[in-house]
Each structure stands twice: as structure tokens, then as C-alpha cells.
């Protein structure tokens, strides 16, 4: 390639590269070289909120921190550092593998960003997720690992490339310290790319396919008064044009930021815990709503993303006719800051909002799960916590053409840690155990048994079905459709009423010759989101495009049969190798809308009971 220029930084990913090339060059190669696949930009990483007004000082904290047990898992904070000595945070530091990625500040793992740091509240939020006890003892869950890739100024080095770097810490950690759990609270500040997945997202996406990890990543942010791009514009720009909250949040421009749209990732947006009213300033949004910042879906290939959402903050305006939009001391999550760097150094503070800040409270549960299943993958986490999120009301009570903005403004909802580790009377979560491992064409047909005393007659309550499959696969971003994107990829499908196991599987399998005398059945349950775009609740949405795929529904006892079955088929992708497998975690719930129902003994005693039918394959979810 005559006329390319040295470059001052050059690595490979298979087929992507960081190198810096002048224009002419640029336009040779662009033009001439036809192996090239695709030339973008660097990303620039979205520059946090700073705070700039008075901060609400939380004082008198006289809290013990405990370390965690010593085969607590591990946490691996990808941000700019954390300050390792902070009273909140240095009993559950592993000091010993914290480590820099900046080049020429390689022994620096402090959080020098200024006015509270940023990793430090990052970190501060996988150990605190709700608000930071004022005293006592708190023994932490996990064990923070800090890996330091970002700047004083909250910048990545020009010299870091993101793919190559996320590789190289997920080696180091992975490899050293056995560490599956990787919070990426960091994002580009343009919306991603929806026709081939970005080197970025797909490192993330390879990385998860070669190993038991789970990467928790924020959905990026929207800026609040100004915009460095026409493509990602701010907040205030979509109020002044006529869009005001939230329809702004439909918008190209909102779409969620380079690599939340990784179909491996768990991606996490931002909702408002409380609304806040004063003479002067209100809140955007109401409780539970989505942030007035936080990046929308859908993702690639029109994937459910983001996935969940925590409490990340709210923003508040005035009634000016240029309204002032910010965040003022109360309106953020609570977070430990940093006390080092320039500005002022109160240790707890609720004075700033982000996505970033709601990631790391998924990071909890994913930690508080590896604690309780050690032995247990991270496919089965990813899909406890789905499992485990809820809409809240307002969601609910939305009509089914306005709930496609519900799905894209904050998915499945909020999780629950209790929902996602635990059992209660009035509800029941099954679970496949262990890795399960399927091949394009194949079918696994599990049969879920239901107790005669959750099937009386004359009930009126609720039982609410929860379905969640979670698999990955291996990527190859040169494509452009998921079916081609990843080597295998996965579905679920339900039997329907009165469906025989042998019709239900000749049904899924298309090879399979139906027996004439098997009963077809109507539909059993109807699913909030379905297989296809078309289907009749919520349109345009489907939940079979992810890796990770949940449906729900809601049926009264006496349309519920004594059996039914789940199937999970597997289809060919970019691989045609016959014998290539893919593992898979399935959760099934079942839940009584009354809480005085008692459902989890008779459900769990009937899976106990369930005959296994060998000729097709029939088995029963093992429960939690």
C-alpha cells in the first residue's frame, strides 16, 4: 500500500486496525485496496456530566466496610480508576492485580477525574446499589478489580485501541484471577451503527464467546445543553425543535451508544427513582420513567436494547422559553466520590446522573448471583437477571401500539435481586443447570408439568409465565444480518393448547414427519412480544433477534393444562459445520399475582413427578 504514512499506533483484530493516514492516502486506499471492509472514525468516548453547582454534603458516615469472603467474586471495573484508599471502598479492593492500560501513566491507577472521579463512583455503585448506610458494618459482595483505561479528563488515550484493549484486560483478569465479570460503563458519543456491528461491540461479543464472562455495559448517555455532532443531538436542541420529553427519546439521534449494541453484552439504561418539584426547578420525568438522558433501542438488526434499566438519575429544568436543563443535589443516585483531584471532596454525594451509574447496579446482582452459584455459567446469570425485570405500572397500563416505545425506551424493566436469587411462596423459577449445548437443526423439548392445585376451576387471579433463554455464539462481524452475524443462533417456541409432545416436535423441526393423529391445539399463552414482528400484542418487536430472548404472559388457572412444553431449536448461522454447538441457559417462572397464593412447593413436586419420555426427547427444568 504505497503512500501510507508509519503509523503511530497499528494492531489487528482479525481484520481491524488503529492507524493514522493522511487524506490522499486515506482516499487510495478507500478506493483502490478492495480487501478493505470498512473505514470509520475512532470513537470519541461521550464526556460525563461534571457537576457545577452546590453539592449536598452527606455527612457523618461512620460506616465499617467489611471485605468480602475470600472466594467472593470478582468485579472488573473498566473506567478511569478508582481511589483505592477511599473508607468506603478499600476493604473490598484487590490491590494487588489493580492495573493502568494508559500509556506513559502505567503505574497510575488512581481516579483523578475531578469534582468526584468517575470509576470511584462506578465502583462505589456494585457495592452500594440503593444508598450507602450511614452506619453499622456492610460486608461487601465482591472483590473491585481496577483496570484504568481512561484519563484525568475522562478521555481514552489515542494511542488504546478499544477492541485490542478489552482484550488484553479480559486476558489479564480472566486468566490471573478467574474474574467473569467485566462493568463497561463506557460509551462513544454518537449513536451506534445498525448496519454491521462496530469492531468494538464485536471484540465484546467474541470475548464472551470464548469465555464464561459477562460484559454489564451502559446504554450511553444523550448531552443535556449542547451537541458536538448533528447526529447525536442534546436535549435541549429535541425541546426546542418541538419534541419534548419523552418523544425526544424515539428519535435516531437517542438511538443507545457504541457498544451497548453488542448482542452479547447486557446492556443497561437509566430510569428516575422520584420526580422532584420545587418553585424554580421540575423534574422530566415521574418514578420510574426513563431517564430524560438515557439512550434508546432499538439496537442492530432491531434487537430488544437496552435490556434492563436501574436508577441512574434525573434531570430537572426550569420554565424559561430556552428552559436550562441540569441536575441539582438530590436528583442523582446516591455514589461514593473521590476525594482526590480538583473540586470540591465530600465522600458521598448524589450529585450527577448517568447510565454509567446505573450499570454498576446490575453488576450487584450479576456479583450477588456468582456468589450464590459459583459453579454456575454466565449465561445463567445474564438470564436470571432478564427473568428477574418487571415494567413498572405506567408501562403497564400503556396500549399495545404504545409499548413498542416501552420495549425501546427500557426493555424487560427493572430487575429484582430478590426475583433473581430466590424463591417465594407465590413464585416459582426453574432452571436449566449446567452448560446445555445444542447444534443447528437440533431441538431440545423440555415439558414443564403444572400441579392439579394450580389449575382449579373458578379462579380468577392471575398466573403470570416468565420464559427467558440466554445462549451465545461465536461472531463475525463482516456480516450483516444476525442470522449471518453469529455462527448458530437460537429460539424458543411453546406448545399450544392440547399440543402433543410428538406434533409439538415436528412442528419445530421441520424434517420431522408429524404423526397424522396428533393434536394441533390452539395457541396456550399469548406472549406480550412473540416470534415475529407481527404478531398481535406489541408489533415491529420481536423477541427472538437477541441472544438473550424473554417473553410473558399473564393466564387465569383454569385455561393452564396439566403439561406443556418449551422447545429450544437451533438454527444455522455463518457456520455450516454439522457438529458445532452452542450453550444455552433456560428459566421458566411461574408466579401468583396474589401474594397469598402458594404456588412454589406444588410446582417444584410436580417436576419431581414428570415422566421423562425418551423417544422425544422430553425433560423437566431442574428447580432452583
Not at 497510575?108 to 444508598?131: K, M
Request: with cysteine.
Amino acid at each position: 500500500m504505497a503512500g501510507l504514512r508509519p503509523a503511530r499506533y497499528l494492531c489487528q483484530l482479525r481484520k481491524s486496525c488503529l492507524i493514522q493516514i493522511s487524506g490522499l492516502c486515506l482516499k487510495d486506499l478507500v478506493f483502490n485496496f478492495s480487501y478493505v471492509f470498512e473505514v470509520t472514525e475512532k470513537d470519541n468516548i461521550a464526556e460525563p456530566f461534571s457537576p457545577n453547582g452546590e453539592i449536598s454534603n452527606i455527612s457523618n458516615i461512620s460506616l465499617v466496610l467489611q471485605p468480602p469472603e475470600i472466594n467472593a467474586p470478582n468485579v472488573c471495573v473498566i473506567d478511569s480508576g478508582i481511589q483505592e484508599q477511599h473508607p468506603l471502598l478499600k476493604n473490598s479492593i484487590d490491590s494487588g492485580n489493580s492495573k493502568s492500560w494508559i500509556p506513559l501513566e502505567l503505574n497510575l491507577t488512581a481516579d483523578l477525574v475531578s469534582n468526584g472521579g468517575h470509576g470511584t463512583r462506578v465502583a462505589g455503585a456494585v457495592l452500594y446499589p440503593i444508598s450507602i448506610p450511614r452506619s453499622g458494618t456492610h460486608q461487601a459482595i465482591c472483590w473491585l478489580q481496577n483496570a484504568r483505561v481512561l484519563d484525568s479528563n475522562c478521555r481514552l488515550s489515542d494511542k488504546l485501541y478499544q477492541p485490542i484493549l478489552l482484550e488484553n484486560i479480559v486476558e489479564y483478569y480472566y486468566t490471573q484471577t478467574g474474574t467473569r465479570i467485566f462493568n463497561h460503563s463506557i460509551n462513544g458519543d454518537v449513536p451506534c451503527r445498525t448496519r454491521y456491528m462496530s469492531a468494538w461491540a464485536a471484540a465484546i461479543d467474541k470475548l464472551t464467546y470464548e469465555k464464561d464472562i459477562l460484559f454489564i455495559v451502559s446504554a450511553g448517555n444523550i448531552p443535556v445543553e449542547s451537541h458536538r455532532i448533528s447526529t447525536r443531538l442534546s436535549i435541549k436542541s429535541h425541546i426546542l425543535a418541538g419534541r419534548p420529553y419523552p418523544n425526544y427519546l424515539s428519535e435516531n439521534s437517542c438511538r443507545i451508544a457504541n457498544p451497548a449494541q453488542s448482542l452479547q453484552a447486557l446492556t443497561v439504561g437509566s430510569i428516575t427513582r422520584s420526580s422532584f418539584r420545587d418553585l424554580s426547578w421540575s423534574s422530566l420525568g415521574e418514578k420510574d420513567q426513563p431517564s430524560a438522558f438515557s439512550c434508546s433501542g432499538l439496537g442492530i438488526w432491531d434487537t430488544i436494547k437496552p435490556e434492563v434499566v436501574e436508577y441512574g438519575g434525573d434531570l430537572v429544568k426550569d420554565e424559561g422559553q430556552r428552559p436550562n436543563i441540569t441536575c441539582i443535589a438530590g436528583t442523582g443516585p446516591e455514589l461514593v466520590r473521590s476525594t482526590l483531584g480538583t473540586g470540591s471532596t465530600p465522600i458521598v454525594a448524589s450529585d450527577t446522573f448517568g447510565t454509567s451509574f446505573a450499570t454498576p447496579k446490575v453488576s450487584h446482582i450479576a456479583a450477588c448471583l456468582a456468589a450464590e452459584f459459583p459453579e454456575e455459567k454466565c449465561l445463567l446469570y445474564r438470564a436470571l437477571i432478564v427473568q428477574s425485570a418487571r415494567w413498572p405500572e405506567w408501562a403497564l397500563a400503556k396500549s399495545d401500539e404504545e409499548k413498542k416505545n416501552v420495549i425501546r425506551q427500557i426493555g424487560y424493566g427493572i430487575p429484582n435481586l430478590e426475583r433473581a436469587l430466590s424463591n417465594t411462596p407465590n413464585r416459582s423459577t426453574l432452571i436449566t443447570r449446567g452448560e446445555q449445548l445444542i447444534k443447528a437443526g437440533d431441538a431440545h423439548i423440555y415439558q414443564v408439568k403444572l400441579p392439579n392445585s394450580l389449575r382449579s376451576p373458578g379462579e380468577e387471579f392471575d398466573i403470570l409465565i416468565e420464559i427467558t433463554l440466554s445462549y451465545k455464539a461465536e461472531p463475525r462481524r463482516t456480516r450483516r444480518n444476525k442470522r449471518k452475524y453469529l455462527s448458530t443462533w437460537l429460539d424458543w417456541e411453546c406448545s399450544k393448547q392440547g399440543e402433543d409432545p410428538k406434533h409439538f416436535l415436528g412442528r419445530v423441526l421441520a424434517n420431522y414427519n408429524v404423526p397424522k393423529d396428533a393434536d394441533k391445539g390452539d395457541e396456550l399463552f399469548t406472549w406480550t412480544l412473540g416470534k415475529e414482528k407481527h404478531y398481535k400484542t406489541i408489533k415491529n418487536v420481536s423477541r427472538s433477534i437477541g441472544t438473550i430472548q424473554k417473553d410473558w404472559a399473564f393466564v387465569k388457572p383454569y385455561n393452564l393444562r396439566d403439561a406443556f412444553c418449551i422447545a429450544v431449536v437451533g438454527h444455522e448461522g455463518w457456520n455450516n459445520d454439522p457438529y458445532a454447538e452452542v450453550p444455552y441457559s433456560l428459566v421458566v417462572s411461574f408466579e401468583a399475582t396474589q401474594t397469598n397464593i402458594p404456588i412454589y412447593t406444588p410446582v417444584v413436586e410436580a417436576q419431581v413427578e414428570a415422566e421423562i419420555q425418551p423417544l422425544i426427547e422430553v425433560q423437566s427444568i431442574v428447580g432452583s
